[in-house]
């Protein structure tokens, strides 16, 4: 059983300083630890559970003000809260709480955990992690992952995969992209972009080496620029050249590096979208894309949602699921 201060952890000062934010979720002003503690304490001991409670205080604070409603709670009820809210609910509900007292990055380093523990791996998983997280979030999770399992993630995503594929995520894991840079360099961005089309469409087979180091080194703006450049030399876009010339697992992963180097958030809303075109939902990908992104660019991928699909997350959530799953969500996103 994980006591609150080790899975808790430490809490990180600002992860991704370079990427701006649109979390949904904000500090609650007049916050009172203890006075939250109390009421989750009621909520815990209540007949039956009274659920919208435990929503009611765990999605209106942020990670940090959580940790310290836990340590409140365990000052108060000498017992350790995460294990108290394990204790008292099930199913969906718990799986979002359980995923909202973590931090952002060590949610994701257990999500990556659990996508590779066990028999077979949870490619989507692993490449949504991996293929969607700035450098400096990258830097975090690795750390926050050998606090949390005693193991390199490195090490861990080598051995689970192979290939291509293993070479492209560990390029990405190893963390070597360029900060972005405000000088353009419109030489460089011109050699990259004919180095693609070189390694790709204009030769039978694909130089798979090319790609993935210009990918995983590269910063995103000029990256940017460079599939713009692209289409000079390519008659298919970017997108379209990854399709053409490789498969799988690796097509797979190059599609959401650039999906999320063009449009991050975007990316996210139509993987929502996906999720929940059904009926019902595939509660997975939405808990792990709503409890990762809450406080980081939620409230982005909101408005990018509404614009591209017609209708708002919140509608959309309303309609593929239902009870205290439903609430959680909708607290998390907060109002449309």
Not at 209 to 238: C, G, N
Not at 312 to 318: E, F, H, P, V, Y
């Amino acid at each position: 059983m994980a006591l609150v201060s080790e899975f808790l952890g430490q809490l990180s000062i600002n992860p991704a300083a370079h990427e701006p934010k649109y979390p949904t979720l904000l500090p609650a002003a007049d916050f009172d630890p203890d006075r939250e503690a109390a009421r989750i304490e009621t909520a815990i001991k209540t007949k039956g559970v009274d659920e919208q409670t435990l929503i009611d205080v765990l999605t209106k604070c942020t990670y940090a003000q959580r940790r310290e409603i836990a340590f409140a709670y365990e000052r108060r009820a000498k017992k350790d809260m995460i294990s108290a809210l394990k204790g008292a609910l099930s199913g969906s509900l718990e799986t979002v709480v359980l995923g909202l007292m973590k931090s952002t990055a060590q949610f994701d380093a257990s999500e990556i955990r659990g996508s590779i523990k066990g028999l077979g791996t949870d490619e989507e998983t692993l490449v949504e992690i991996l293929c969607s997280r700035s450098n400096d979030e990258l830097v975090e999770i690795k750390k926050v992952y050998k606090e949390l399992f005693k193991k390199d993630l490195d090490k861990d995503v080598a051995g689970d995969t192979s290939g291509n594929f293993a070479k492209l995520l560990l390029a990405l894991v190893q963390t070597k992209r360029a900060e972005p840079s405000s000088m353009v360099d419109y030489e460089k961005i011109d050699e990259d972009a004919r180095k693609l089309y070189d390694a790709g469409v204009k030769i039978k087979g694909t130089d798979v080496a090319t790609w993935i180091s210009i990918m995983s080194e590269r910063s995103v703006p000029h990256l940017q620029k460079v599939f713009q450049r692209y289409k000079s030399y390519s008659p298919y876009d970017m997108q379209e050249s990854i399709k053409k010339e490789v498969k799988g697992d690796l097509q797979m992963s190059f599609l959401v590096l650039v999906q999320c180097f063009e449009n991050k958030q975007l990316f996210f809303a139509n993987k929502l979208h996906e999720a929940m075109k059904s009926k019902g939902a595939k509660e997975k990908v939405v808990t792990r894309i709503v409890v990762s992104r809450c406080e980081v660019d939620l409230k982005k991928i909101c408005s990018e949602y509404k614009a591209h699909h017609g209708q708002s997350l919140q509608r959309t959530i309303q309609e593929h699921t239902k009870g205290d799953y439903q609430k959680v969500l909708l607290g998390l996103c907060g109002p449309e």
